[in-house]
């Protein structure tokens, strides 16, 4: 697999906010709510307020504006969020899995001076992922296509996904695992108590 070394974190004790990036299935929400909850911080999903803003789900989006429209949607409203993030920082931000992608976005987040974490686990994972939560939680992604597909799409992304600050394993992890080695690695502070309470082990 292509350029699978591990970049080095840099704590970041004093960050702002912490940008989640990575592809469909990587746990970027589950992983960004569990570790604003440790920090006491807010969460937000860009595809969230992509959806407020046009008041319409992803799916319907795709369906009628197609990806052009979606990408239009999603850097306005990165635009937004990281505006916001300069007055209103301790956030805990989701992107969905192609906005990093974009060179205009990257520039954008790069501007923000905030970490970006790329979460990361294996292609046949992030797939069985995509699927469980299709089958469980009705979540439809519209560029998952075929197993097939979906390599090749991860394939393509993970030299983007890789300028990110430091790169997060998360395969065969617990999330609650994943946020204490996303915590260690920035050198966040925890919230009061948080530090010694005991996590729950459980897997995806
Ligand atoms: C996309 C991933 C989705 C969502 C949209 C496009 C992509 O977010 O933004 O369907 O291009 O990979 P998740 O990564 O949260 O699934």
């Not at 469909?24 to 969460?43: D, H, I, N």
């Not at 990361?120 to 469980?132: F, H, K, N, S, Y």
């Not at 992604?141 to 430091?166: I, T, V």
Request: proline residues 3%; contains cysteine.
């Amino acid at each position: 697999m292509l350029g699978r070394k591990v970049q080095k974190p840099r704590r970041q004790p004093g960050a702002r906010g912490v940008i989640l990036v990575g592809f469909m299935g990587a746990g970027k929400s589950s992983v960004g709510r569990a570790l604003a909850e440790q920090l006491g911080w807010t969460f937000e999903d860009l595809d969230d307020r992509v959806e407020r803003r046009e008041g319409r789900k992803v799916p319907e989006i795709f369906r009628d504006s197609g990806e052009v429209g979606f990408r239009r949607a999603e850097h306005a409203a990165l635009k937004e969020l990281m505006r916001e993030l300069q007055s209103a920082p301790k956030r805990i931000v989701a992107l969905g899995g192609g906005a990093f992608v974009q060179k205009e976005n990257a520039r954008l987040v790069a501007a923000g001076r905030v970490p970006t974490i790329f979460l990361d686990a294996g292609v046949e994972e992030l797939w069985r992922r995509c699927r469980q939560q299709a089958r469980r939680e009705g979540i439809e992604r519209p560029l998952r296509g075929s197993l097939e597909r979906f390599g090749e799409l991860y394939e393509a992304r993970r030299r983007h996904y890789l300028k990110a600050s430091f790169r997060q394993e998360t395969g065969g992890k617990s999330v609650a695992e994943i946020v204490t080695e996303v915590i260690e690695a920035l050198g966040l502070e925890q919230r009061r108590g948080d530090r010694r309470r005991e996590q729950r082990g459980e897997k995806w």
